[in-house]
């Protein structure tokens, strides 16, 4: 059974697709549609969604860390590619990676591999 991966995605549509094209290649994953489902769980990987109108992704990965949740659960993620002010907080944050919504569209099963 491959790694189980969290989605946290309050764009539908894109966590759908995220979703689709991560079961697709064999991974088991979770859609979580607001900052308070973002428990990891013991997943292996949680993607988040840094350009979400619901919440602040770098501020729900940074307060899952500080509380001791992330453990060794590895972080992507994912920002509109004229953000840059995103993507930076998200590396200064300690994000694993930090990628384009166009790159993990084309790349995303083997971006979480990269990571297990």
Known sequence: MMPFVV??????LLGSNVLGMLRAAGHEARLAGTA???HPDGAAVLIVDLGSAGF???AVVERL???GELGETRTIGVYSHV????RRRAEAAGFDLVVPRSRMARE???LVERLL
């Open 7 to 12: 989605a946290l995605f309050d764009d539908l």
């Open 83 to 86: 953000d840059a002010d995103t």
């Open 65 to 67: 860390r500080a509380g």
């Open 56 to 58: 602040d992704g770098v």
């Open 108 to 110: 995303g099963p083997a």
């Open 36 to 38: 308070d489902q973002a």
